[in-house]
């Protein structure tokens, strides 16, 4: 267990509405991530932490934001949700061992955006 | 941009098996490698980590393999089980410090009893 938790875990959302996702580490990790996963896609980073208020893009940034205000809690945040950000999001942190770079996942968020 | 296949998309052997599980990346300059498993609904689950200077990690009956001259890995699984079965997932990283991992998309392996 790498003392992950995501919450909520099944989101359901209409199309135009806020939501955040909640990361939160017990493992005192220096960086968190946010990646979404989808049939045909995989696993693609969204953003990431390197620490408390630094954060950067990744891959598929465009109608997400991120913050992170305490080492344990890393927020992703849809604006205004669409029908194309329906998807598994997990959160991973690393850094613990800074020289292996392992990473630990969290169980995923379901989110269905109608 | 790094690109990371993995072939094949599904696999499905008897029980008591070998197998090996290929992943191809486009960019040699990679920092890691790593090999999860993901579970129908779960999470990923690390199995596997090599560094770029390393040619393999073993961890009970898995074996990971890295080349990274031509850009492969193998995963060997030496005696499958069905509590084996599972997507596995091949994942490299280009520096130390944020792991922006760029993943392949699966291979889903089937371990019929």
């Known amino acids: 267990d790498a003392g992950i938790t995501q919450s909520p875990r099944h989101k359901v959302t209409e199309t135009g509405t806020p939501v955040t996702l909640r990361c939160h580490q017990t493992e005192n990790h220096r960086y968190m991530y946010w990646y979404r996963q989808d049939p045909g896609h995989g696993l693609r980073l969204i953003h990431y932490s390197y620490g408390v208020k630094d954060t950067d893009k990744g891959e598929v940034s465009d109608g997400y934001s991120v913050s992170r205000s305490k080492t344990e809690d890393f927020l992703l945040t849809l604006e205004s949700a669409t029908s194309s950000q329906t998807s598994v999001y997990f959160c991973?942190?690393?850094?613990?061992?800074?020289?292996?770079?392992?990473?630990?996942f969290g169980e995923g968020s379901r989110l269905t955006v109608l | 941009k790094q690109e990371v296949t993995q072939i094949p998309a599904a696999l499905s052997v008897p029980e008591g098996e070998n197998l090996v599980l290929n992943c191809s990346f486009t960019d040699s300059a990679i920092y890691n490698l790593q090999w999860f498993r993901q579970d129908p609904g779960k999470g990923l689950t690390s199995l596997l980590l090599?560094?770029?200077?390393?040619r393999e990690q073993t961890s009970g009956r898995l074996n990971a393999s890295l080349d990274k001259s031509s850009g492969r890995s193998t995963l060997y699984i030496a005696a499958s089980q069905p509590g084996d079965s599972a997507t596995y997932l091949c994942?490299?990283?280009?520096?130390?410090?944020?792991?922006?991992?760029?993943f392949g998309q699966g291979t889903r392996l089937t371990i019929n009893p």
């Open positions: 994942a490299v990283s280009k520096i130390q410090g944020a792991q922006k991992l760029v």
């Open positions: 991973a942190i690393s850094g613990r061992v800074l020289v292996t770079g392992e990473l630990f």
């Open positions: 090599i560094q770029s200077s390393q």
